[in-house]
Structures are given as structure tokens and as C-alpha cells.
């Protein structure tokens, strides 16, 4: 699969995504956005972002079972695919080997 790349939204949702392990939906996820940067979110950049993310084969969603707190409603669950963890990990080489780079002229 070919790289594409991640805005900076989209990156801070997969690694929300990521984080949250098994438990990520719309609402955690923004809930989790907010209390880690501080940023105003809106639900439906959340799912535009989750849309976006799994057309790109970065994420996966299933259904859950109904549950009483949301009235007999199911939750779309995320997780991250085996793509979704590469394209981080290669955005986090990059950045490390950046910061490397300008600590090192820091130092001269």
C-alpha cells in the first residue's frame, strides 16, 4: 500500500485511536482530544476525520452490542490496522530525525 499522508488532525485522531485500544468512538475519542490538547472539537470533525482515516485503510470500525447507556443504541468502535501503525511510526522517524537535526545545530 502506498503512503498518504496525514494532516495534522487526522494524526492526532489515529494516535487517539491507538490509544484508547478497543474503546474508541466518536465521543471518547473527542473527549480524549480535548483533555490531551486543550483544542475546541466538534463531533462531526471527529467523524469526518474517522471517515477519512479508514478510506485510507488506517483504521477499521466494527459495531458494538447494544448498550443501556445509550438507550439500546451500538457504538461504531475504531481500531488502528497494521497501516495505521506504520504511517505513525514513520511520521515519528521523521520528526525525531528533524529534531535531531536542529538540536545538533544547537549544539555547533
Not at 490538547?37 to 469526518?48: D, E, I
Not at 475504531?78 to 538540536?103: C, D, H, P
Request: charged residues 25%; glycine residues 10%.
Amino acid at each position: 500500500m502506498k503512503r498518504v499522508s496525514l494532516g495534522e488532525f487526522e494524526e492526532i485522531v489515529l494516535l487517539t485511536v491507538m490509544l484508547l485500544e478497543g474503546n474508541a468512538y466518536g465521543v471518547t475519542i473527542m473527549h480524549q482530544i480535548i483533555e490531551q490538547t486543550g483544542r475546541s472539537v466538534r463531533l462531526n470533525q471527529v467523524h469526518a476525520s474517522l471517515q477519512r482515516l479508514e478510506d485510507k485503510g488506517m483504521i477499521k470500525s466494527k459495531m458494538s452490542a447494544p448498550t443501556n447507556e445509550r438507550g439500546g443504541r451500538r457504538k461504531r468502535l475504531f481500531t488502528i490496522t497494521f497501516y495505521g501503525q506504520k504511517t505513525l511510526e514513520e511520521i515519528q522517524a521523521v520528526r525525531a530525525n528533524l529534531w535531531g537535526m536542529i538540536s545538533g545545530l544547537k549544539n555547533s
